[in-house]
């Protein structure tokens, strides 16, 4: 079945750099973009950007720009968001999520991985 | 950026009730919207799609409408499984920005 798999939880320290992976099952890999967002503790949602694993093309938010790199490693049908110089509100669960598309024009985000817990403290 | 808005940002409801949750953006969106229904501790579900397709799996009981800025998704007879929170999302432009959601308790 088609699945993202994402690992439970990281604690990092304010400075560091946490990497985030997510990886796809069940469907081609280079087929669809894959979104990241995140949900800080008790908050709402928000989109941090995307990656064509194709071609490695990225949107990025422009709140993100310079902190954050989306990667994929098309062998081993994997996706990475790097977010550097954590601070202590970058704490929040970390999702995955494949786009939906239709003729290329994105609809929705319908598979989702089960969140990475990013937790930065001192 | 296109900013989102959601309206109630919470509501109590009945099983059986009709709810209707309100999202307008900061600018005409062409349709391009999503609905995703989430649960606490679980990641976000797509129920609607461009506005009011419905999602392959989702019951009938939701649905959407609207165009420009002004969106609605509406549950016509509330069940136990849809107390949750409702998010909208553009995806008429990047950044895909999400309302703040809309969180949908027993009354």
């Known amino acids: 079945q088609v699945q993202l798999v994402q690992f439970g939880a990281e604690m990092k320290k304010p400075g560091a750099s946490v990497k985030v992976s997510c990886k796809a099952s069940?469907?081609?890999?280079?087929?669809?973009?894959m979104y990241w967002v995140r949900q800080a503790p008790g908050q709402g949602l928000e989109w941090m950007g995307r990656?064509?694993?194709?071609?490695?093309?990225?949107n990025y938010a422009q709140k993100f720009q310079g902190r954050v790199t989306m990667t994929g490693d098309t062998s081993i049908s994997t996706a990475y968001m790097e977010l550097s110089r954590l601070r202590s509100d970058d704490t929040a669960v970390y999702y995955c999520?494949?786009?939906?598309?239709?003729?290329?024009?994105?609809?929705?985000?319908?598979?989702w991985g089960q969140g990475t817990t990013v937790t930065v403290s001192s | 950026d296109i900013q989102m808005t959601q309206s109630p940002s919470s509501l109590s409801a009945s099983v059986g009730d009709r709810v209707t949750i309100t999202c307008r953006a900061s600018?005409?969106?062409?349709?391009?919207l999503a609905w995703y229904q989430q649960k606490p501790g679980k990641a976000p579900k797509l129920l609607l799609y461009?506005?009011?397709r419905l999602e392959s799996g989702v019951p009938s009981r939701f649905s959407g409408s609207g165009s420009g800025t002004d969106y609605t998704l509406s549950i016509s007879s509330l069940q136990p499984e849809d107390f949750a929170t409702y998010y909208c999302?553009?995806?008429?432009?990047?950044?895909?920005?999400f309302g703040p959601g809309t969180k949908v308790d027993i009354k």
């Open positions: 990656i064509n694993p194709d071609s490695g093309g990225t």
């Open positions: 600018q005409g969106i062409s349709n391009s």
């Open positions: 461009a506005a009011s």
């Open positions: 069940g469907y081609t890999f280079t087929g669809y973009y």
């Open positions: 999520a494949r786009e939906a598309a239709i003729v290329g024009a994105p609809y929705g985000m319908d598979v």
């Open positions: 999302q553009q995806f008429y432009s990047t950044p895909f920005t």
